[in-house]
């Protein structure tokens, strides 16, 4: 096992669930280790049967019971769930909060002053061990054991905290605007006269083929998409439209309306 530490997981919802199969599957811990907890106790129950890992009896129970505690509630909940475990924290242990919009400022006055907090920003890829995990806190050790818990759902990066809004936008909502992508192709193709299905799989396979070639490719997504326009063909009469109708400016004007919001919900 890469980590010695308890971990200790509360909220088992899609993140928790995600970074927990994550820790297992490449056995970055050993599920002895892990405790879990979520305010639906049947959440919890059914989430540590289905990984042999240890049902807290409360919130309280879990961050007494180990080392590192990954927040993992919805950001409103994060007071609701503070009140029942603050008073069980002490400087030993280190807090990571995933909650989107929610500076290491506000997750302190929750916690108090003992922990160390680091704050961290996964995405849906997640659940397929393929997230980008943008990670800050000011502690190099728990920085460390944050990267080595988000290692085993993707990749990550260290970056300041003033970076989050915007991280926030591109890769923490960005699976989103790629599916919107995949469903545009395929609503066309269906539109075409093909089935769902295949519509659906020209889509996605085309999809997971290019994000692959970008992943594993030295050029970049601008140089790959030069090497495969040939001129005269199909591929630049469609990139042309979208260059004229503006395309570029609406992926922009986009990634601010979330930058934005991403801001005004930082500030509730
Ligand atoms: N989903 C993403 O792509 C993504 C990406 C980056 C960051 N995040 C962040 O990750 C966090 C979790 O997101 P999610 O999509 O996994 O949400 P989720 O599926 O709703 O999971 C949160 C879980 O926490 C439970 N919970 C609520 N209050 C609690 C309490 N007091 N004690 C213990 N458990 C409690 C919820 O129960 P109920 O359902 O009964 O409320 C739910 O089971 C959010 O803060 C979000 O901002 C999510």
């Given at each position: 096992m890469k980590l010695k530490k308890r971990i200790g997981i509360i909220g088992c919802g899609n993140m928790g669930g995600a970074i927990l199969a994550g820790l297992l599957q490449n056995r970055i811990?050993?599920?002895?280790q892990i405790s879990v907890y979520d305010k639906v106790l049947s959440k919890a129950k059914t989430f540590a049967r289905q990984w042999k890992t240890r049902p807290g009896k409360g919130n309280a129970d879990v961050v007494r019971r180990s080392d590192i505690i990954l927040l993992a509630v919805k950001p409103q909940d994060l007071f609701e769930a503070a009140k029942e475990f603050?008073?069980?924290?002490?400087?030993?242990h280190v807090v990571i909060s995933i909650l989107a919009g929610t500076p290491i400022a506000k997750v302190r006055r929750a916690v108090g002053p003992r922990p160390a907090i680091i704050r961290a920003m996964p995405n849906l890829g997640a659940q397929v061990g393929s997230a980008i995990t943008a990670i800050t806190g000011n502690q190099t050790r728990a920085i460390q054991e944050a990267e080595a818990i988000f290692s085993g759902c993707g990749a990550t990066v260290r970056l300041s905290e003033k970076y989050f809004d915007l991280v926030t936008a591109i890769s923490g909502s960005g699976p989103a605007y790629f599916f919107l992508l995949m469903e545009l192709l395929a609503k066309e193709a269906k539109a075409h006269g093909l089935s769902e299905s295949v519509a659906r799989e020209l889509a996605v396979q085309t999809a997971v083929g290019a994000g692959l070639l970008a992943r594993r490719s030295k050029l970049s997504p601008a140089e790959l998409r030069r090497q495969v326009t040939?001129?005269?063909?199909t591929t630049p009469a469609a990139l042309a439209v979208f260059e004229k109708e503006g395309l570029e400016k609406i992926v922009s004007k986009g990634l601010k309306a979330a930058l934005r919001r991403g801001r005004q919900l930082a500030r509730r």
């Open positions: 811990v050993s599920a002895s603050q008073g069980a924290f002490d400087s030993r040939s001129r005269g063909g």
